[in-house]
């Protein structure tokens, strides 16, 4: 789903992780922040920011997790943040003509750094 973008200095974000390499953002939100969609008991959510990747080959995803800030830390809610974190993989993939199992490795690396960022162990 994409929403309308917004200038970074206006997202509401617990963290955010850079791919200069991809040039792409993603933020790490608590899903109280998350409006207009209606996802029940889900532990998280995944959507596009901006809808501008064709014109500027820039990328923002938002992560929305359920109680972020006591969750980012708890390993059993790893298992949400992964799934989510997997879409947002997706989405990177698709907007750079690439597949997921033929990036295996750098797929891999990306999901490592980004629950390290969403862990804030970095």
Known sequence: MKAKS????????????????IRTTVYFMDISKLKGIDIGNAGGYCV??????QETGETEICVFLRDIE????????????????MHAIQIMCKNLCMKVEDEMEH?????FYLLETLIGDK
């Open 6 to 21: 917004k200038k970074p200095s206006e997202i509401d974000y617990y963290r955010k992780a850079y791919l200069p390499h």
């Open 48 to 53: 596009v920011m901006n809808d501008t990747f």
């Open 70 to 85: 006591k969750n980012a830390k708890n390993i059993e809610y790893m298992p949400h943040a992964s799934h989510e974190i």
């Open 107 to 111: 797929t891999a690396y990306i999901m």
